[in-house]
T-cell receptor
Framework: GDSVTQMEGPVTLSEEACLTI???????????LFWYVQYPGEGLQLLLK?????DKGSNKGFEATYRKETTSFHLEKGSVQVSDSAVYFC????????????FGRGTSLIVHP | EAEVAQSPRYKITEKSQAVAFWCDPI?????LYWYRQILGQGPELLVQ????????DSQLPKDRFSAERLKGVDSTLKIQPAELGDSAMYLC?????????????FGPGTRLLVL
C-alpha cells in the first residue's frame, strides 16, 4: 500500500537558519503530493502542493519539488522565523486512482529567537 | 476566505457517555471527510462522503461510531459509548470534487478527552 515517511522530529533551529524536512513516499502511479502545517491546537492548513513530476510547490517562503526518480518531496525554507514553529505533515493522494489520502507522521519544528 | 467550521472545539466526557461532533464544510464542496488524529501521529481517515452518500467507511469502528450527512451539507460524527482510547483530535475536511489528487481543506478540529 501507499506510505509516506518523514524525518523524525523535533527539528530545532535558530531564527534565520535554513530548513529541510525530508519526505519520501511509496505509491502506485503518479500521486499528488502535499505539505500541510498544523499550529498548536489547530487543524491542518495546506502549505503547498505539486501534482506532477518536477513541479515545484511554493508558499510563504517554503518550497518543495516533486522528485519522481527519488520518490521525494522535501520541504525547504531559506530563513525560518519563530512563527514557523509547528508540525509539518507530508501527504499524498491520487495514487492508483484512490481518493483516500495518506499522511506521514508529522515533523515538529521548533524555532528559537 | 471560506473555511470549514467544526464544533465544539474541545470536549471532555466520561467513558460510556455519548458524544457528537459537528462539521460544516466550505460552501459548494461536495466531498466531506472525517479523520481521527492521535497525538503525535498523522490523520487517519474514518469516513468519506460524497454529497449525502458514504463513499468509504472501512476504517470507521461501526460498533460505536456513526456518521451522517443527511442533506449533503453539514455532517455529524457520533461516538456511543466513548472509550478511553477515543481520546484524540477529530478533524473534518472538505474538497470540491470527489476525484483523485483533489486538495482537502481542514477545519480547526475537535479535541476529545475521555476520562
Amino acid at each position: 500500500g501507499d506510505s509516506v515517511t518523514q524525518m523524525e522530529g523535533p527539528v530545532t533551529l535558530s531564527e534565520e537558519a535554513c530548513l529541510t524536512i525530508n519526505c519520501t513516499y511509496t505509491a502506485t502511479g503518479y500521486p499528488s503530493l502535499f505539505w500541510y502545517v498544523q499550529y498548536p491546537g489547530e487543524g491542518l492548513q495546506l502549505l503547498l502542493k505539486a501534482t506532477k513530476a518536477d513541479d515545484k510547490g511554493s508558499n510563504k517562503g517554503f518550497e518543495a519539488t516533486y522528485r519522481k526518480e527519488t520518490t521525494s518531496f522535501h520541504l525547504e525554507k531559506g530563513s525560518v522565523q519563530v512563527s514557523d514553529s509547528a508540525v509539518y505533515f507530508c501527504a499524498l493522494s491520487g495514487s492508483g486512482g484512490s481518493y483516500i489520502p495518506t499522511f506521514g507522521r508529522g515533523t515538529s519544528l521548533i524555532v528559537h529567537p | 476566505e471560506a473555511e470549514v467550521a467544526q464544533s465544539p472545539r474541545y470536549k471532555i466526557t466520561e467513558k460510556s457517555q455519548a458524544v457528537a461532533f459537528w462539521c460544516d464544510p466550505i460552501s459548494g464542496h461536495a466531498t466531506l471527510y472525517w479523520y481521527r488524529q492521535i497525538l503525535g501521529q498523522g490523520p487517519e481517515l474514518l469516513v468519506q462522503f460524497q454529497d449525502e452518500s458514504v463513499v468509504d467507511d472501512s476504517q470507521l469502528p461501526k460498533d460505536r461510531f456513526s456518521a451522517e450527512r443527511l442533506k449533503g451539507v453539514d455532517s455529524t460524527l457520533k461516538i456511543q459509548p466513548a472509550e478511553l482510547g477515543d481520546s484524540a483530535m477529530y478533524l473534518c475536511a472538505s474538497s470540491q470534487l470527489l476525484r483523485p489528487k483533489e486538495t482537502q481543506y481542514f477545519g480547526p478540529g475537535t479535541r476529545l478527552l475521555v476520562l
